[in-house]
């Protein structure tokens, strides 16, 4: 048995980035690369683009724009071999427990599994019951998109609304975003997700009852906003349909829950289920995953786990030196712990890719925003972090200023499409990459004084860039469903690498509870006939002015 495997049994990990040996002699590294100068880099070595850079199927990763060189990869892959990266690899493949603190194996590689090799948890093979609820979703999928699924009128279905929050909305959201081309021409996908009633009710406003489909999503099929929205859908729903009978052709589940969604009324053969070890921000592959096959087909699904599992393949047996999300993860630690960046944007130049900074942001930071590490222990270096972005082309009119002349440090992302959709819209692509591509120029580049006053002689340093902005281009052939997969998971992988070298838990997310169970507790005071006196002196005003402000009553 190997060590890792030894250590995650006793529920342990390692010590962390600080506390290896290659550390000081990265540091030492670092103090030397602080100062060099990315385009004295590119200048002194003409093949510098063909050593930093890979291809893996559609994904092309340039990360030649990056402030290493080959002795910094080096110390970056030592790092790697030194927290076990490839030992803590096959834990997570092969279903060791861990996410130690909730004594769960994290094994949504299984629901993308594509070969015939079996994947077990606790012993048992999970892929027969992981193929027979992808088999029901394309099933049910089939019946809703071909119009053979009726509504209770009659009528075929329209619109398909997912109602869920968290891992169970953005995944699922982003992908059918950035699906849009392979649509289904006559179905809708809607997401709900906030509590606001402000986001139902314009939901709603526009949909026609008859002719709606509502999956509710929730692994717990307990999560207070989720129901909510879920019992506010059905209300909505039974004034129109008058009858409880109409709810099995109008509502269905995707849950870990099986008695909560018989108890809400759907009935049992309209929930689509996943298990324990599926974890919310990595459901998009599971049953979670059901508006999606509704959108784009089982066909389309099939190719983004394809493509998911084509990367799992790739991070598996990858040598680490060839192996796109252990380089991501180290250029990640690179920077953070090294050159104490804050956070990481991620700018994504395509439309449909809109939603991936939201995506990530959870991703990313649910994972490994933490600050004990697996053993319970307060680390003493920076883990994950701040994750941002939004569009780049829109970004370029917004917060570039600050990327390429602020005093931060911020690492980015860009993430392309080779091949655009809409090859009639030529133009808007040639648009589209080439300010791509001058953005990186320019955060690498930079323009020094002397360039500068060659072109102007007024407020020179104003115009100065320093360049020396790292970034990473991560070029997909086309935005496909397999292409998509790869993307996803890529940064999944990512996300796991960097969790072993920080020694954390990427998979509990404890962090999110204390909120709740404050909200429980003030939820049923916001209409207290008391003054509320119970916490600090401003959550105690700030309730009680709720208070007033909602029972307009004259006594207080
Ligand atoms: C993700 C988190 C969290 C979760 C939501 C929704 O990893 O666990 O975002 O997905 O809180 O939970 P339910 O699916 O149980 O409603």
Redesign the pocket.
């Known amino acids: 048995m190997s060590s890792v495997v030894q250590m995650v049994r006793n529920g342990a990990g390692g010590p962390g980035v600080l506390h290896r040996p290659v550390y000081r002699v990265l540091q030492a590294h670092h103090a030397q690369m602080e100062t060099v100068h990315m385009r004295d880099l590119f200048a002194a070595d003409p093949a510098r683009f063909e050593r930093f850079s890979l291809r893996v199927g559609a994904l092309l990763l340039d990360y030649s724009k990056n402030r290493i060189t080959g002795d910094t990869m080096s110390l970056l892959l030592r790092l790697a071999e030194e927290v076990d990266v490839a030992g803590w690899r096959e834990c997570m493949f092969t279903g060791e427990k861990i996410n130690n603190t909730e004594n769960r194996a994290v094994l949504h590689v299984a629901l993308r599994n594509r070969s015939n090799q079996p994947m077990r948890v606790d012993g048992e093979d999970v892929m027969p019951k992981v193929s027979a609820v992808i088999g029901r979703m394309a099933a049910f999928a089939e019946q809703v998109r071909s119009g053979e699924w009726r509504g209770y009128t009659g009528k075929r279905i329209s619109d398909v609304v997912n109602i869920?929050?968290?891992?169970?909305d953005l995944g699922p959201r982003m992908v059918c975003q950035a699906l849009k081309p392979y649509h289904h021409p006559q179905l809708k996908v809607h997401f709900i997700s906030n509590v606001d009633g402000a986001h139902i009710q314009e939901a709603l406003e526009a949909l026609n009852p008859e002719t709606t489909l509502f999956i509710v999503?929730?692994?717990?099929?307990?999560?207070q906003e989720?129901m909510i929205n879920a019992h506010h859908a059905r209300e909505w729903f039974l004034t129109r349909s008058l009858a409880t009978r109409h709810i099995a052709r109008h509502f269905v589940a995707a849950s870990a829950n099986r008695d909560a969604v018989a108890a809400f009324g759907i009935d049992p053969a309209n929930m689509f289920e996943f298990w324990d070890w599926v974890?919310?921000?990595?459901?998009l592959w599971s049953a979670i995953g059901l508006s999606i096959v509704l959108a784009v087909g089982a066909e389309r699904f099939a190719e983004l786990l394809e493509g998911a599992h084509a990367m799992d393949r790739h991070f598996r047996e990858a040598p680490s030196a060839r192996n796109m999300p252990v380089i991501l993860a180290l250029l990640g630690v690179w920077y953070n712990n090294f050159f104490g960046a804050e956070s990481h944007v991620v700018l994504p130049y395509d439309h449909c890719l809109r939603s991936l900074p939201a995506y990530l942001e959870?991703a990313d930071m649910?994972s490994n925003g933490k600050s004990v590490d697996r053993d319970g222990n307060r680390v003493d270096y920076a883990t994950g972090q701040i994750v941002w972005g939004a569009t780049g082309i829109n970004g370029q009119h917004a917060f570039y200023q600050l990327l390429h002349q602020g005093t931060r440090l911020i690492p980015a992302d860009f993430i392309v499409s080779a091949v655009p959709h809409t090859p009639d819209r030529q133009a808007h692509h040639d648009l589209l990459i080439a300010n791509f591509l001058a953005q990186t120029e320019a955060l690498m580049r930079g323009r020094s004084f002397e360039e500068t006053r060659a072109q102007t002689d007024r407020f020179v340093s104003h115009k100065v860039f320093e360049g020396n902005h790292p970034s990473n281009a991560i070029l997909l052939s086309k935005l496909t469903p397999h292409a998509l997969g790869m993307l996803i998971a890529l940064y999944e992988h990512k996300i796991f690498v960097q969790g072993v070298i920080w020694n954390l838990n990427s998979y509990d997310?404890w962090g999110?509870e204390l909120g709740k169970q404050l909200a429980g507790r003030i939820l049923p005071e916001l209409h207290a006939d008391a003054q509320v006196s119970g916490h600090d002196a401003s959550t105690n005003a700030l309730i009680n002015y709720c208070r007033r402000m909602n029972l307009p009553r004259a006594d207080l």
């Open positions: 869920g929050i968290g891992g169970s999503s929730s692994k717990t099929f307990a999560t989720t974890g919310g921000r990595y459901s959870q649910e997310q999110v």
